[in-house]
């Protein structure tokens, strides 16, 4: 019984101690250098250029063990901008995003595979217009280290891919005359928040 009180004490201390794993930690993401971005085949003359100027991120990190980190992405809807009011006023409406009921686009991660020495798999569920479907995107870590100016802050960065189906989302005005498949990039800062 001793034996086992002291590999309990051992296995307690190294935890406290950061002997284990480290776990997951808060990060803020930095909306200086953070962007959402998407684009939308018109007719097959051109492509439409988009961004949303308003979103925010909860995201718990593992840089060691990038499988027990967790992302929650909340975009403000109304925020959309393709340089185009008129555009944009069409987008919020029924037709598209139906903003007034459905204000937020909504991504929480379910799982993050990694599939390679700096890149991963990040499967989870969009909610955007009163639906959720599950999406699958590709994150690439740019970088990871401390900030040229200030050492003592750690900075990862990443960019994250992927497309969407808008039919998916009740979105099927104009299709497929206007494209179906929509993709979108995220580039974006975190640091840790302590």
């Not at 802050?153 to 179906?180: H, K, L, S, W």
């Amino acid at each position: 019984m001793n034996k086992i009180r002291h590999v309990l004490a051992f296995l307690t201390a190294a935890a406290l101690l950061g002997g284990g794993p480290a776990a997951a930690e808060p990060y803020l993401l930095d909306k200086s250098h953070a962007q959402v971005t998407f684009s939308v085949d018109h007719l097959g003359f051109s492509s439409v250029q988009g961004t949303f100027r308003e979103f925010d991120a909860e995201i718990n990190f593992s840089p060691n063990r990038v499988e027990e980190s967790e992302v929650r992405f909340v975009i403000q809807v109304d925020s959309v901008d393709t340089q185009w009011p008129q555009r944009d006023q069409h987008l919020l409406s029924k037709d598209f995003f139906d903003a007034q009921q459905f204000p937020e686009i909504v991504f929480e991660s379910r799982s993050i595979t990694p599939n390679g020495a700096d890149t991963a798999v990040i499967v989870g569920d969009l909610t955007m217009a009163g639906q959720t479907r599950e999406v699958n995107l590709d994150a690439k870590l740019n970088r990871l280290g401390p900030s040229p100016f200030d050492p003592a802050r750690t900075i990862a960065g990443f960019v994250v891919t992927g497309e969407i189906d808008r039919t998916q989302f009740g979105m099927d005005f104009a299709a497929p005359a206007i494209g179906v498949t929509v993709p979108f990039r995220v580039d974006l800062e975190i640091s840790p928040a302590g």
